[in-house]
Every structure is written in structure tokens, then in C-alpha cells.
């Protein structure tokens, strides 16, 4: 198996599935914990030098942070219904979850630094844009752009149609060459409608000394330390991902492989 797919699995008695962190990852950045919690369940986060996006993927629940109480928040059914619910919590910041239901819940961190304070980032809050066209065709939801405050962290999610195409044309960031491209490190958390299916994501240099074609299903997750990274979804099933992204600079500026770049033409 490769070791930038990490396969899904039944949660631990805490609700971990998933744990990526820059030691594990061998990389400076990223960090990422996927979470099920059962109805009442609680989860308890020690404050640290990292900022925190914590994304409700499905389910609702009770949010506790620093001086801050969001109630009864999210209620997706399936992150292909709707937009997400989130709330941003920045560097030395405790917080709790407490499932109101059964939870998805995704923890996405980065360095943190500045002076920024917690926000709920609701449905209202996320801006929807339709990217590509025929079988490049996805539905995207910023969950926290460069335009809004945080110190290192990028948070989307896409969902790309059944048969189609993401991340494409291939494209890559991870040279530190503003303002034509930025170096940031990036996974994927993928979940797919209906959940039996799968599709198959590319991870490759300009000279192959990373080169690795995985099959994702549902719950998998992938993680891109550097070079190009499209993935795409087997007929009949659509295609969910939850992207983090972060790196020196908060910017994301893409550099396309040259031989696909009369596709964007």
C-alpha cells in the first residue's frame, strides 16, 4: 500500500480514525484527525502553538471554545447535502465537541500565530462556486479562504460528479515562487455517494521520482507533499473531498503541468 493513502477503518474508542501530523507526514505543516462520535460522546482538544479548523462533515453538535459556546451547530446528513458548518479556533485555545448526534468530525490545524479570535463559520458564511465544465465539472465550498483571517491554514471542500474529474488538469504547489506559485503541503479526505464506490487519485513529479496511482473509497484519505495530485470518481458514484492545505505563506497559486495546460484554453 502506499504510504500517502491512510485506508478507513472503525474508530478507536475515542472516535479516531484518522491522524495525520507533520512528524507522521514528514513535512511542516498539515495536520489532520478525522473523528466519529456517537450521540453525547465528548471531545476534549488541549490548547497548543497549532490553529484549528474544526469542520462538522455530518451530524450536529455543541462547540466549546476559549470564552465561547456554539450550540446545537451543523446537521448535515451527508456532506453531499447542503454546506458545512465549522468554527475556527485559533493557537492556544482549548476546546470541546459534544456530539448532539452521530458526528464527522474533522480537525484541520497548521501553525497558528496573529491575533485572531474564535468565529463560528456557518452555512451563511461559506462561499459556493462551480468550477470546469462536462466531466471536469465540481461544486466547490470555501470554508476558509485566504480572504478570511487565519495565520496558515486553507480549508475547501469539493464535490465532483459521478464519472468526472478533480484536481484537473493536473496542477501542483509546492514551490515557494509567489506570486506564480506557493509551496503548500495538502490532503484529501475522501467520502463517496453511494459509499460502495471508489475512484482512483495520481500523486507525481515532473521527473516520476514520486509516482503512486491509489484506489480511494470511502472514509480513505490522502496525503500530498508535493507535485500533482488529480484524482477521479468511478461512473455512478460522486465524489466528496475535504482539502487542507497550508505552507509558509498563506497562498494558494497553482502551477499546471505544461503538457495539460491547453485544457484551461
Known amino acids: 500500500m502506499s504510504r500517502l493513502l491512510l485506508k478507513n477503518h472503525v474508530p478507536d474508542a475515542a472516535g479516531l480514525v484518522h491522524e495525520v501530523t507533520p512528524e507522521s507526514a514528514g513535512w511542516g505543516h498539515v495536520g489532520f484527525a478525522l473523528h466519529r462520535l456517537a450521540k453525547g460522546q465528548r471531545l476534549e482538544v488541549k490548547g497548543s502553538a497549532d ?3 474544526i469542520v462538522l462533515v455530518t451530524g450536529s453538535a455543541t462547540v466549546e471554545a476559549g470564552p465561547q459556546i456554539f ?4 446537521g448535515r446528513a451527508s456532506p453531499f447535502e447542503g454546506k458545512p458548518t465549522a468554527v475556527y479556533v485559533p493557537r492556544d485555545t482549548a476546546f470541546a465537541v459534544i456530539a448532539e448526534s452521530e458526528l464527522e468530525l474533522a480537525l484541520c490545524t497548521a501553525p497558528g500565530g496573529g491575533e485572531h479570535g474564535v468565529r463560528l463559520i456557518g452555512p451563511d458564511d461559506v462561499a459556493y462556486s462551480r468550477r470546469g465544465q462536462g466531466t471536469n ?4 465550498h470555501d470554508i476558509l479562504p485566504e480572504t478570511e483571517p487565519a495565520h496558515s491554514l486553507l480549508v475547501v471542500e469539493v464535490v ?3 464519472g468526472g474529474w478533480s484536481s484537473y488538469p493536473s ?13 503548500l503541503e495538502e490532503i484529501y479526505y475522501h467520502r463517496f455517494q453511494p459509499p460502495q464506490g471508489f ?3 495520481r500523486v507525481y513529479t515532473d521527473d516520476r521520482s514520486l509516482d503512486e496511482t ?3 473509497e470511502d472514509g480513505d484519505l490522502v496525503m500530498v507533499p508535493k507535485g500533482y495530485h488529480p484524482c477521479g470518481t468511478a461512473h455512478g458514484y460522486d465524489l466528496y473531498y475535504l482539502n487542507v492545505m497550508a505552507g509558509p505563506k498563506r497562498a494558494w497559486r497553482i502551477n499546471t503541468e505544461e503538457c495539460h495546460r491547453w485544457l484551461l484554453t
Open 160 to 162: 465532483t460528479p459521478a
Open 199 to 201: 475512484g482512483f487519485q
Open 214 to 216: 491509489m484506489t480511494i
Open 51 to 53: 490553529e484549528t479548523c
Open 171 to 183: 496542477h501542483k504547489h509546492d514551490t515557494d515562487n509567489l506570486p506564480h506559485e506557493s509551496l
Open 137 to 140: 465539472t465540481r461544486h466547490v
Open 71 to 74: 450550540r446545537s451547530i451543523g
